[in-house]
């Protein structure tokens, strides 16, 4: 995966994003707690991380979800995500993983409204990884939106179209460089 050090939020935290990703704070108004990438790739320029040209990248800072555990933790979390995207038929999920003691990842897919209308349903593969900051009451939340096509939804875990694993290594990159670098970030 060919991936560049960014610093997100002012520098208090770096991580990696692919080349060919843009910071949509450029083009529209961010929340403060998001850093948010969008994927500006043109069909004739060639990368060879396999991701294709329509992924976006969420990295969320939000208040820590009081769960049993990392597990129930990131339950919590992707129903918000279901719940925020409108997915009315809910959502499956095709993969989970534990990355370290702190972090865990997971492939959903789930059919969601196109721009909020009711005829156009679209369905989409995130990419989730939760890293838990007990220490500053926080949880890093990384999404990386993976839009499929009508011939690849109805996806089993073995199917995965070659862009969606390219993404799911790049969130596990993401979850692994992802370092804290100023703890004032989270003081209120």
Known sequence: M??????????????VIPE???DASMLREVPDTQEVFVNSRK???SFVDGLG???SIVVDLLQRVDAVNDDA???VHIEEIASLNDAQEGFQVL???????????????????KWGKQDLKESVLICVGLIRLKD???DALITINVPLTQQETGLKSETLPSRALAAYSLLHDMIKQFKVI???LFMQ
Not at 2 to 15: D, E, P
Not at 95 to 113: F, M, P, R, T
């Open 136 to 138: 500053v009451d926080t």
């Open 182 to 184: 100023d703890n004032s």
């Open 20 to 22: 060919g990703f843009l």
């Open 43 to 45: 069909e004739n320029e």
């Open 95 to 113: 993969k989970h993983d534990k990355i370290n003691g702190n972090s865990q990842s997971c492939i959903i897919v789930e059919s969601a409204l």
């Open 53 to 55: 040209m329509n992924e």
């Open 73 to 75: 933790a990131l339950k």
């Open 2 to 15: 060919c991936a560049m050090k960014v610093s997100l939020y002012g520098g208090a935290i770096t991580s």
